[in-house]
Nanobody, 125 residues
Framework: VQLQACGGGLVQAGGSLRLSCVAS????????TGWVRQAPGKDREFVAG????????SYADSVQGRFTISRDNAKNTVYLQMNSLKLEDTAVYYC???????????????????WGQGTLVTVSS
């Protein structure tokens, strides 16, 4: 199983970025997916999750209303649209996947079985 994340970079506060994560080696539509981040010196933090069909989503309070998770099962890809970025959003962002029944969103970083390599998002003032 491989999860390849991309789209990170340097952006000014208030700006936007879209992360993408392409999965291979698994039946993507059978997996709930999500994004988890880790800032320097801090613990890993759940950011957003989406059910295998895309019909259910969940967000951390810190990103609710600013970030949107979505997926395209035909392209084996999950996205994270990040708007109104803040300095505290600076982190390495990881995509993750876990085999789940329909309708389940995985909201704990500890419950994901498969992880991508991470993409760095840096928000500057």
């Amino acid at each position: 199983v491989q999860l390849q994340a991309c789209g990170g970079g340097l952006v000014q506060a208030g700006g936007s970025l879209r992360l993408s994560c392409v999965a291979s080696g698994l039946t993507f539509r059978d997996y709930a997916t999500g994004w988890v981040r880790q800032a320097p010196g801090k613990d890993r933090e759940f950011v957003a999750g989406i059910s295998r069909s895309g019909g259910a989503t969940s967000y951390a309070d810190s990103v609710q209303g600013r970030f949107t998770i979505s997926r395209d099962n035909a392209k084996n890809t999950v996205y994270l649209q990040m708007n109104s970025l803040k300095l505290e959003d600076t982190a390495v962002y990881y995509c993750a996947a876990d085999h789940r029944i329909v309708g389940v969103v995985v909201v704990s970083d500890r419950d994901y079985d498969y992880w991508g390599q991470g993409t760095l998002v840096t928000v500057s003032s």
